[in-house]
């Protein structure tokens, strides 16, 4: 018997609900082990710092926010052109 291929654990993984793919995703997360999202020493004030630094920005006017509709709208049009851009390149070979 042969092991399934990543696309097809990916098909079959869509069939589950979506508490189970949350509770698989994180599995296969947790599986990896230590990784570039554990945290370092003086994770904590970093981000602090970082938070400060943004607040900032946006408070003096040097920065600005987009609503979550928006950052989304963004990103399934980026992801959209990126599996066009993998179709273009599946059907060229």
Do not use: C
Request: hydrophobic share 40%; no cysteine.
């Amino acid at each position: 018997m042969t092991q399934p291929t990543p696309a097809e654990l990916h098909a079959l993984a869509l069939n589950l609900s979506a508490p189970d793919r949350a509770q698989l995703a994180a599995a296969l997360i947790d599986s990896l082990g230590p990784g570039p999202l554990e945290k370092d020493e003086g994770y904590d004030e970093a981000w602090a710092a970082e938070i400060l630094r943004r607040s900032d920005a946006i408070h003096e006017g040097r920065e600005t926010t987009q609503s979550a509709e928006e950052v989304f709208a963004e990103m399934r049009q980026f992801l959209d052109e990126l599996h066009a851009k993998k179709n273009a390149m599946e059907d060229v070979s």
